[in-house]
């Protein structure tokens, strides 16, 4: 068997370590059945797809690749089915395809998928009509109907977990790498209720000076080119339930350390992102590429500590800098930190997360998100890093293929008064399609003003 490859470091190591944002199961012995249950089954990914999209990872520091990131705040089991994956599929296709050729760079794709089952909460309990029940925490640990049975954490939850993010990414694979991402035929990615929308337009311009190009090089070489009908997808999550991580990392034949066969990229959140605290200890042993999340009260010395810690022998690669400030925020903090990254002479990659930082209520008590204050932090962040002499290599969302009004704003200008209409996400607010592609051509666009 290999050994890890970083020192004093253990898959058990984090268990020393204050671990937050952990439920409290009511039984032990129920929980490490569960846990046997699940480290006894298959890996989701290999390990060779994880050591691919890391090259991909160093190529986008470098400026090689641009990486788009984005998928559902918290996935549910109820979810888990052929059209909500093949809509958010689809999204995550045309907003890369803009992107591709806007940007002239490929493209490296990671969804927020099979696996985003568990969410961070501000408080561990929740308080309505004076009753008051442990926080709904994601479909991996409990459940989001208000009632006491719903929000007891289960442990056979995570075996579920497992078999739902498996069927995800089977049905991924399987679209994938087969004639819907067929770049002929991109018509396969359309979503019958933007027929109308007034980006289709501007879309489809795109796709037929694609499918135009393809024509005319099959033309003059007169052969069929074949890389051009499937794509490469990764998966990413936040690794925040721990022992369900543990119990998904294994070590491989032929290969030293140990990986998170769970998934491709796993992240640390703002919330559990302290050096000397058990997310992190997990972290930094992994063989994976790891993001982190950096959010307001992040401090130029702390985030030192924290790229020595995770990426100690500047692996190129391995370190992914997830900034999510907030509108008001990232003139402030942004540049202070890129700065110390720069005086540690270590390559990271830094992408944009505009979602996490602008998340509001409205009077009536409505999480939701701004488009403006959004798409106002993505500009800022390619504004400053330009400035700052940094790369910024690609963009985080909260997004879905659904037709639904949970953030406000937007091509049609989605109103407080809207959101009643199609709110459907238990956590957070996410971006409907034609935000979404909004979205793309805004980052397509900015990056053409910083570059003309």
């Given at each position: 068997?290999s ?8 898959l058990?190591s ?6 937050l944002?952990q439920?409290t199961y009511?039984?032990?012995?129920s929980l490490?059945?569960a846990?046997?249950h699940?480290?006894?089954l298959?890996p989701l ?9 890391k090259?991909?990872l160093a190529?986008?520091a470098?400026?090689?690749?641009f ?5 559902e ?6 979810d888990c089915?052929a059209d ?10 045309q907003?890369?395809?803009v992107l591709?050729y806007?940007?002239?760079t490929?493209?490296?794709?990671v969804?927020?998928f099979a696996?985003?089952?568990a969410k961070?909460?501000?408080?561990d309990?929740?308080t309505r009509d004076?009753?008051t029940?442990?926080?709904?925490r994601g ?9 006491p ?11 579920e977990?497992?078999a739902s ?7 991924v694979?399987?679209?994938t ?6 770049l ?5 990615w359309?979503?019958?209720?933007v027929q109308h ?6 879309y489809?311009a795109?796709a037929d000076?694609i499918g135009?190009?393809?024509d005319?090089?099959?033309t003059v ?5 074949d890389?051009?009908e499937?794509v490469t997808f ?7 339930l721990l ?16 990986y998170n ?6 992240w640390?959140?703002?919330r559990?992102n302290?050096?000397?605290?058990a997310?992190?200890e997990y972290?930094?042993?992994i063989?994976?590429p790891v ?10 010395s702390r985030?030192k500590?924290l790229?020595?810690?995770l990426d100690?022998?500047?692996e190129?690669?391995k370190?992914m800098?997830?900034?999510r400030l907030?509108?008001?925020?990232i ?26 930082g602008?998340?509001e ?17 993505l ?9 700052e002499?940094?790369h910024?290599?690609g963009?985080?969302?909260?997004l ?7 953030c ?7 109103s407080e008064?809207?959101?009643g ?6 956590v957070?607010p996410r971006?409907?399609y034609?935000q ?6 805004s ?10």
């Amino acid at each position: 068997m290999s050994v890890p490859a970083v020192q004093d470091w253990s898959l058990r190591s984090w268990r020393e370590k204050e671990a937050l944002q952990q439920p409290t199961y009511p039984n032990d012995a129920s929980l490490q059945e569960a846990l046997d249950h699940v480290s006894a089954l298959p890996p989701l990914v290999t390990s060779w797809e994880v050591e691919h999209l890391k090259t991909e990872l160093a190529r986008a520091a470098n400026g090689e690749r641009f990486l788009l990131q984005g998928g559902e705040c918290a996935e549910s089991f109820g979810d888990c089915r052929a059209d909500a994956i093949t809509s958010r599929l689809k999204i995550l296709m045309q907003m890369s395809l803009v992107l591709t050729y806007g940007l002239n760079t490929r493209v490296v794709r990671v969804g927020r998928f099979a696996g985003q089952y568990a969410k961070p909460r501000s408080s561990d309990t929740e308080t309505r009509d004076g009753t008051t029940l442990p926080s709904y925490r994601g479909d991996i640990i409990n459940g989001a109907a208000f009632a006491p049975e719903a929000r007891r954490p289960d442990p056979q939850r995570m075996v579920e977990a497992y078999a739902s993010s498996s069927l995800t990414l089977n049905l991924v694979r399987a679209l994938t790498e087969g004639g819907f991402a067929d770049l002929r035929h991109p018509e396969y990615w359309d979503l019958d209720f933007v027929q109308h929308s007034p980006l289709a337009d501007e879309y489809h311009a795109i796709a037929d000076a694609i499918g135009d190009t393809i024509d005319f090089l099959e033309t003059v070489t007169d052969e069929e080119i074949d890389s051009v009908e499937g794509v490469t997808f990764y998966t990413s999550h936040e690794a925040l339930l721990l022992p369900y991580e543990e119990a998904l990392s294994r070590t491989v034949p032929h290969k030293a350390g140990v990986y998170n066969l769970g998934t491709h990229l796993p992240w640390v959140g703002k919330r559990t992102n302290q050096p000397e605290k058990a997310h992190v200890e997990y972290a930094r042993g992994i063989e994976n590429p790891v993001g982190l999340k950096v959010g307001p009260a992040m401090t130029p010395s702390r985030l030192k500590t924290l790229i020595r810690t995770l990426d100690p022998e500047d692996e190129p690669g391995k370190l992914m800098l997830i900034s999510r400030l907030g509108a008001d925020a990232i003139g402030d903090k942004l540049a202070p930190l890129i700065q110390a990254v720069q005086a540690t002479g270590q390559s990271v990659l830094w992408i944009a997360d505009p979602m996490h930082g602008n998340t509001e209520k409205t009077d009536a008590g409505i999480k939701t998100r701004r488009f403006d204050n959004v798409l106002g932090e993505l500009e800022q962040a390619m504004d400053i890093h330009a400035a700052e002499g940094s790369h910024l290599g690609g963009v985080h969302f909260e997004l879905t293929g659904e037709d639904v009004t949970e953030c406000i704003g937007g091509a049609r200008g989605l109103s407080e008064a809207d959101l009643g209409r199609a709110y459907e996400s238990h956590v957070d607010p996410r971006l409907n399609y034609e935000q979404s592609m909004e979205m793309a051509f805004s980052i397509v666009r900015k990056h053409r003003r910083l570059h003309d």
